[in-house]
């Protein structure tokens, strides 16, 4: 199989990689194609491909890496492709950063999927993603795209309008979730049913059944135990049990709202800022033309593990919370899904799994075409969403207010109306004035020539 990254000079494209190396079955992914249009990121990225190709063949001489290639060319990228995995980050981390400080100078909350800041980035993406599903649709109708471009849920909903149910959505966060909660209730998580259902970075696991029981119930009841896991400690026990169950950690922003806007203003920098800094030391490293074998992917590590202990660190900061636990730090979250995706559409290996995908009849309270994150049955007629109990009044109020918010984005990225675009920021929970939303806009309008289309 021949599968194409989008967004190849991407961070986050060897955890997709090291999953492949990992992979022996037959009908493997034999070719991985790199298309980004920054060339000196796909070169230090091929570099730290090349060192872990190396490194897993000198562990285990029978491993088959799979060749890589890189291109600037989109059409070339796309040809011949069996999967499209879209990682994509339109205005690059300095867009991001701008994201956030632009909201938070209005003291609201500029995170890159939640709040001013994900509908500003959904602003700039949308135009750009759209575009791509044409692109895939004229150059390879029939591969399958795994999108993991943030926001995911809303950038996914926009390509399903040229692909269709060809394309399917992906987050790490419910997987993470699940796997904390099941290892702490002394279950493997491979094991455990989740029902999990909500919008991307808006979820909620309502229950956790072990051999056919449901095992949440006692979780909630341990003090001690829920505030033993991430989750448990950035919503504190008595929170969870009010609701019942357990929150993605996005709704922190939601819940705490106040805190973690407060946190955030007075940090020393953004994530955003702190991420952008980092990467540029990263790029520079892993890309100096002469650097030793195996130099790249070292870098990498050292940087990723500091991305992932310094994850949310506001947030904690504002819940109080300690440092994040060594278990919370491992991987096994996206690249692990997007694999168990392919290989079930790919060979008709049924999977269940959580994903974004269009919604049909699941949620009465959303429409058909609404993409919804919850739990889906795959196999090689793509992803099936599983019946799911209806959500509680509290949830279904932040839904539906969320999801009237991306169809607002999406109408500005297709009409190009300054008041399509201010109505999806004032519609926000979290933006809580129309004067706000203007200043918003124009804000964002004046330093992100991504949003010129607007008027």
């Not at 339109?90 to 800041?117: M, P, S, Y």
Request: charged content about 25%; aromatic content about 6%.
């Amino acid at each position: 199989m021949r599968l194409t990254i989008l967004g190849g000079g991407g961070f986050r494209v060897p955890l997709v990689y090291g999953a492949l190396l990992g992979d022996r079955a037959e009908g493997r992914v034999s070719h991985v194609t790199l298309y980004d249009e920054d060339p000196a990121r796909l070169t230090a990225m091929a570099r730290v491909l090349r060192d872990q190709a190396s490194a897993a063949s000198a562990a285990d001489p029978a491993v088959e890496a799979p060749a890589v290639t890189v291109t600037g060319d989109l059409d070339e990228a796309l040809r011949g492709a069996d999967f499209v995995f879209s990682a994509i980050r339109v205005g690059g981390l300095e867009g991001r950063a701008t994201d956030e400080r632009i909201a938070l100078a209005e003291g609201v909350l500029g995170q890159e999927t939640v709040g001013a800041g994900g509908i500003a980035y959904g602003l700039r993406t949308v135009p750009v993603a759209r575009e791509i599903a044409r692109r895939i649709a004229r150059t390879a109708p029939e591969a399958w795209v795994i999108n993991f471009t943030n926001p995911a849920g809303l950038v996914a909903e926009a390509m399903a309008e040229e692909l269709g149910e060809r394309v399917i959505g992906i987050c790490d966060s419910p997987v993470g979730l699940g796997r904390r909660i099941a290892r702490l209730l002394g279950a493997r998580p491979q094991e455990a049913w989740i029902d999990y259902v909500g919008l991307n970075h808006l979820g909620w696991v309502r229950g956790l059944r072990i051999g056919g029981r449901d095992e949440l119930p006692r979780l909630l009841a341990d003090t001690e135990a829920l505030e033993s896991f991430e989750e448990g400690r950035l919503f504190g026990a008595e929170w969870l049990r009010s609701l019942g169950a357990i929150p993605n950690e996005y709704l922190h922003y939601y819940y705490f709202n106040r805190d973690t806007v407060r946190a955030y203003q007075e940090a020393k920098q953004t994530r955003g800022a702190f991420l952008r800094d980092q990467q540029r030391g990263f790029y520079a490293e892993a890309g100096r033309a002469g650097a030793p074998a195996g130099a790249a992917l070292a870098a990498w590590d050292r940087t990723r593990a500091e991305r992932e202990a310094t994850y949310m660190a506001e947030n904690r900061e504002a819940a109080g919370a300690p440092e994040r636990e060594e278990s919370d730090l491992e991987s096994g979250g996206y690249e692990k899904v997007a694999l168990a995706l392919m290989r079930a559409i790919a060979r008709d290996e049924r999977a269940t799994l959580i994903l974004n995908v269009r919604n049909r009849s699941t949620l009465s309270v959303l429409d058909a075409e609404a993409v919804i994150e919850v739990p889906c049955l795959v196999d090689a007629n793509g992803a099936h969403p599983l019946g799911v109990a209806q959500l509680p009044l509290h949830a279904v109020g932040l839904v539906t207010a969320v999801k009237a918010v991306e169809r607002e984005v999406l109408a500005a990225a297709a009409s190009g109306a300054r008041a399509d675009a201010v109505k999806a920021f004032a519609l926000h929970p979290l933006v809580d004035s129309v004067g706000v939303a203007r200043r918003l806009l124009d804000g964002y309008a004046a330093e992100h020539p991504g949003l010129a289309y607007l008027r």
